[in-house]
């Protein structure tokens, strides 16, 4: 079946830093992927997402590539913040079935 | 626009016992998902709703949980009788369309602790 890996965390780093969480996928056919954000105490909410090969997802300063090829869709920001910290989950979404996420990855950010 | 609602946040309960838990969804949100989340763990679907019918439950526990989504708007979650790794946080979300790659709206979700 369909399955989303991400690197464990949490990654901390320190304000300004460049950020790389990776994620990468098993599905057969042509997965949309997405990723979403949790921040504390909040509900989960869509950052960004990316419908076929090769299109970029970005927003709020963060971006995702899906690549076929090396199936993955690794999330990257050039300057973090504070406020970036949060948990962040990398899902798919194969036609006709349900979004399956991975385990998630907390960013810590420290002033 | 208010967000997706739920109720309790927390609950602490014995093996055995039952327990519910409610979702008032973003209005006009047709599709409403609830989820179950393990502590360390991505969420996981248990049961999607399209207004007030089922479109999948192949990973809701029967045996155990059952969910309704009277009126196509409010839901209930219920599990009965509660085990010890019924333990997780327990999420609901709604969207506009009915497909799963719609941008889902999340509530702040009910931690249940099992003991």
């Known amino acids: 079946g369909d399955s989303v890996t991400q690197m464990e965390g949490p990654v901390t780093l320190s304000e300004e830093a460049f950020l790389t969480i990776n994620c990468t996928y098993t599905?057969?056919?042509?997965?949309?992927l997405f990723w979403y954000v949790q921040y504390p105490g909040e509900g989960l909410q869509l950052l960004l997402k990316?419908?076929?090969?090769?299109d970029k997802g970005s927003n709020k300063g963060f971006e995702a590539t899906y690549r076929k090829e090396t199936t993955s869709f690794h999330l990257e920001k050039g300057s973090v913040q504070v406020s970036d910290s949060a948990v962040y989950f990398c899902?798919?979404?194969?036609?006709?079935?349900?979004?399956?996420f991975g385990g998630g990855t907390r960013l810590m950010v420290k002033p | 626009e208010a967000g997706v609602a739920q109720s309790p946040r927390y609950k602490i309960i014995e093996k055995r016992q039952s327990v519910a838990f409610w979702c008032n969804p973003i209005?006009?949100?047709?599709?409403l998902y609830w989820y179950q989340q393990i502590l360390g763990q991505g969420p996981k679907l248990l049961i999607q709703?399209?207004?007030?019918?089922?479109?999948?439950d192949s990973q809701l526990p029967k045996d155990r949980f059952s969910a309704e989504r009277l009126k196509g708007v409010d839901s209930t979650l219920k599990i009965q009788p509660a085990k010890l790794e019924d333990s997780a946080v327990y999420l609901c979300?709604?969207?506009?369309?009915?497909?799963?790659?719609?941008?889902?709206?999340f509530g702040p979700g009910t931690r249940l602790t099992v003991l």
């Open positions: 709703f399209q207004n007030n019918g089922v479109v999948d």
């Open positions: 599905a057969t056919g042509y997965p949309s």
């Open positions: 979300a709604s969207s506009l369309g009915g497909r799963a790659d719609n941008e889902q709206f």
């Open positions: 899902a798919l979404y194969n036609a006709g079935n349900m979004l399956t």
């Open positions: 990316a419908t076929k090969a090769d």
């Open positions: 209005s006009g949100h047709a599709t």
